[in-house]
């Protein structure tokens, strides 16, 4: 089975029941609502009908609600404006009215503020390239570095300028809102600058009784310096290299990819590569080879899981993206990995208890790994390890820890109910899932992380059985 999970984003090119369900049997595990374009009554159709579809499928599939975050924006323009080096262009805020010929307003009061004179300033994905000439009271006049076409409402990157606006602005709280309505597995938190803004979404997620977990997007320069208690913070860790690329070197970018993905697998956070994976495949059928070469670093990095992002929402060929991730994913994972996980620490009993039976699995031909978790925690553990051989077969009686599994490598998550009284019911139950499935054959090992009882006190216990 394939170890490495895929996310799809969700968009008019993979909206459909038929294309939805193409896409669960292809191999995707999470679907992903980019809230910086989807309307809340689209929303509330695709949840259900994503959650409609896997049931019937029995494939657990994972809800990933991406908020927008506090993006600074360029204001409408009433035709676009064509900007040639060496033109100067104007910004202004608090509906400052206009000096300049080539004038546009941003949605950004503290911008004045937070920039200085010889700052850069990034527009349109990094197309536009600006510097600062001088700053007024509401206004900050550029001179044109890159040449470029200035459109509406167009998104501004300010590399290593310290901006003051708030981690969850009014439309994140309206969008986790629904998304906590709707019952979705992760959250993920962009433009994150520290841990506080990780800290302020959990309690605001667990204020409203909600167990999605947190996911931290790195975009920008200051998480990237505060990485490390970021990562302590959060859930998941997901790499967005859209806005990364642009807010640091782009020579940086690969060092940055795998040093955040070595702290993930030392720490055990599930971390994502994201952004630009088939950039080409969203109007060619097939990828470039050096597409192929991406995706295949990152799975040989042993990421947990690979993102689709305009590929998937847009693109001509949804489907066939996901097959290819699913072959690249398969196919290097043959090969063996990079081994980041021989790293990890080991802080508490139970992660040991867990290595040990990672250990184990390994040191066995034809074994599997088999964890009752009704938290995910344990399976987690394992997954962090990595088991090059082992599949981890993770049983859990809740269906939203079942669901946010399916991001974790190398988990196949089953749902079933715990006998509170007898473990040993519990993993014969699963023992017998397994050989209906076919998922196991008889003589392989079962390499068992359970709880049993001893006396009235329940002890994790790592066993050994013989598939009959």
Request: aromatic share 4%; with cysteine.
């Amino acid at each position: 089975m394939r170890k490495t999970k895929i996310i799809c984003t969700l968009g008019p090119a993979t909206q459909s029941p038929e294309i939805l369900q193409q896409l669960i049997l292809a191999g995707a595990n999470v679907f992903r609502l980019n809230m910086s374009h989807a309307r809340h009554e689209w929303v509330r159709e695709m949840i259900p009908r994503v959650r409609l579809l896997a049931g019937e499928l029995d494939r657990p599939v994972a809800i990933l609600l991406d908020t927008q975050g506090p993006a600074i924006r360029t204001g409408d323009v009433a035709q676009d404006l064509p900007l040639w080096v060496g033109d100067q262009i104007e910004f202004t805020v608090k509906e400052a009215p206009a000096n300049e010929k080539k004038s546009v307003s941003v949605n950004y009061d503290g911008l004045v503020d937070d920039l200085s004179v010889e700052d850069v300033v990034l527009v349109d994905n990094g197309v536009i390239r600006l510097r600062v000439l001088s700053k007024g009271d509401a206004r900050v006049l550029c001179e044109v570095l890159t040449p470029g076409t200035l459109g509406s409402r167009r998104h501004i990157n300010l590399p290593g300028v310290k901006i003051n606006l708030p981690a969850l602005t009014t439309k994140d709280h309206a969008d986790i809102a629904l998304g906590i309505e709707l019952e979705v597995d992760i959250v993920a938190l962009s433009f994150v600058h520290q841990r506080g803004d990780v800290d302020e979404l959990r309690a605001l997620l667990r204020s409203q009784n909600s167990h999605a977990q947190v996911m931290a997007k790195i975009e920008d320069q200051s998480a990237v310096r505060l990485i490390h208690e970021v990562v302590a913070a959060s859930d998941a860790v997901m790499i967005a290299r859209g806005d990364l690329g642009i807010e640091c070197p782009m020579e940086d970018l690969p060092i940055i990819q795998r040093k955040i993905v070595k702290l993930c697998a030392r720490v055990g956070r599930p971390v994502v590569v994201a952004t630009q994976l088939l950039e080409s495949m969203i109007q060619n059928p097939l990828p470039t080879r050096a597409e192929i070469t991406d995706v295949a670093n990152a799975v040989f990095e042993e990421a947990d899981a690979i993102m689709l992002s305009g590929e998937t929402t847009v693109g001509r060929y949804p489907l066939e993206c996901v097959r290819v991730l699913n072959r690249v994913a398969e196919r290097i994972e043959a090969s063996g990995g990079a081994g980041y996980s021989k790293e990890a620490a080991l802080t508490e009993a139970r992660q040991k208890t867990v290595a040990a039976a990672v250990l184990l699995a390994n040191s066995l031909d034809h074994s599997h790994l088999v964890v009752f978790t009704r938290h995910g925690t344990m399976a987690r553990y394992a997954s962090n390890f990595r088991p090059p051989r082992s599949t981890i077969f993770a049983f859990t009686p809740n269906q939203q820890v079942q669901r946010q599994l399916a991001l974790s490598w190398g988990v196949y998550p089953i749902l079933t109910e715990f006998a509170e009284d007898d473990p040993n019911v519990t993993i014969e139950r699963a023992q017998k899932f397994l050989r209906e499935k076919n998922l196991v054959e008889a003589g392989d090992h079962l390499i068992v992380v359970s709880d049993s009882l001893a006396g009235k006190k329940r002890i994790d216990t790592v066993q050994r059985r013989i598939v009959g």
